[in-house]
């Protein structure tokens, strides 16, 4: 049988993630120091867990309402207004996701007709372009440059607006950048979203994890952003809930009634346990992740350090848990300074062009793993790079 001829074009033609592609040399692997999981080093906090046993112990194993439970609605209600100074109606203007990854997804396919265009910006996560093209919608790339930080250029982005597009897509702070946005070019393009009746889904998952006594601004905050923006955020990096699979969107009611009805059919609800865990999350609040972020900031600052040291130019981040040095110097392509240095060193990083081909001449290392272990991967890729360069 000829499968191919019985795949849909829209997913035979999608490539496989990067990341993914890039970590099957990875597996088995036992030597490797891994700079290239994008995810916290340091289990679910204690409390966290322990409410998701305690329900388990109380039989509560149900469905809940499509939108989630009402008490994690109302959690996430009142710490959405104290993070982002913006109130959402817990009862119709909240929904709580399979992870955020399900949010975006079903974001993309709740507003998108065929053809029409989304302008986001690379690099960025690998799932963007192929969830727009999972909805039959259109990809529009904006690069973003290390000159800038990795943040979105407004001007570029008014570049790209065509009578086709619908959506712009922002991410901040950034995988697998750091990069955040100065508020100048976020109220720039809130301006553009207006004058052209856009959307803009804001994509929040790193915003607890802020540097150099940074203050983050989202662009639902900003007047007339709100009715006419998604702002997706969950408890995956700054609550270490990565296997909790646990997010939400929070938007004006049409909106989050459209993407019901899709997650309806496609998840019917997050599970159960994973709700109870987020619960008890919000109510720690920032006393769940301070600790973690302080540690990440004291990272951040011995790999940005060591990268520059050994002439990899890295700017130095303001956000999330990634830094992205350029290799051009050392002559070789991001996939082959990658594939040698886990070939000869034992060390794993991420090729920039996972992100999109923005990301050509660049590396992602993941800073959230063990200090002693950024030390020694750090001396490893020194030693690495010194023999490229002979």
């Avoid at 499968?3 to 692997?29: A, C, H, M």
Wanted: charged share 25%; with cysteine; glycine share 8%.
């Amino acid at each position: 049988m000829d499968y191919n001829s019985k795949l849909s074009t829209q997913i035979r033609d999608l490539p496989r993630s990067g990341i993914r592609d890039f970590f099957e040399l990875v597996i088995g692997r036992s030597d490797v120091i891994s700079l290239g999981v994008g995810e916290p080093d340091k289990p679910t906090p204690w409390p966290i867990r322990e409410a998701a046993i305690r329900s388990l112990e109380k039989g509560q194993t149900s469905y809940t309402s499509n939108l989630g439970l009402e008490s994690l609605r109302v959690a996430i209600s009142g710490y959405v207004e104290n993070q982002f100074r913006v109130s959402y109606d817990p009862k119709k203007e909240i929904l709580v996701t399979v992870g955020v990854s399900e949010a975006l997804d079903i974001a993309f396919r709740a507003l998108l007709n065929p053809g029409d265009e989304v302008i986001y910006h690379e690099p960025c996560y690998v799932s963007y372009a192929p969830s727009i093209k999972m909805a039959y919608g259109v990809p529009v790339v904006v690069e973003t440059r290390e000159e800038n930080e990795f943040a979105l250029m407004a001007a570029d982005v008014e570049k790209a607006i065509t009578p086709r597009t619908k959506i712009i897509a922002l991410n901040f702070p950034t995988n697998p950048t750091g990069g955040i946005m100065p508020r100048e070019e976020l109220e720039k393009i809130a301006a553009l979203a207006i004058k052209h009746d856009l959307i803009v889904f804001t994509d929040e998952i790193y915003c607890e994890l802020l540097y150099d006594n940074r203050q983050h601004l989202s662009i639902a905050e900003l007047p007339g952003m709100k009715e006419r923006t998604v702002l997706l955020h969950g408890f995956s990096k700054a609550f270490a809930m990565t296997g909790w699979r646990l997010g939400y969107a929070c938007a004006p009611a049409p909106l989050i009634e459209a993407m019901m009805k899709v997650h309806q059919y496609c998840m019917l609800c997050a599970p159960i346990m994973s709700q109870m865990a987020g619960l008890e999350a919000l109510k720690m609040g920032a006393s769940a992740y301070e600790d973690m972020r302080q540690s990440y900031e004291q990272r951040r600052n011995v790999i940005v350090s060591r990268l520059n040291g050994m002439g990899l130019h890295c700017f130095n981040p303001g956000g999330a848990f990634y830094v992205f040095p350029e290799i051009r110097s050392t002559g070789l392509t991001s996939k082959e300074f990658a594939i040698g240095l886990l070939e000869k060193k034992s060390v794993a990083v991420v090729p920039g062009t996972a992100f999109g081909a923005a990301g050509e001449g660049f590396v992602r290392c993941c800073y959230a793993t063990a200090p002693e272990l950024i030390v020694k991967a750090m001396d490893l890729m020194e030693e690495y790079v010194n023999e490229v360069r002979k």
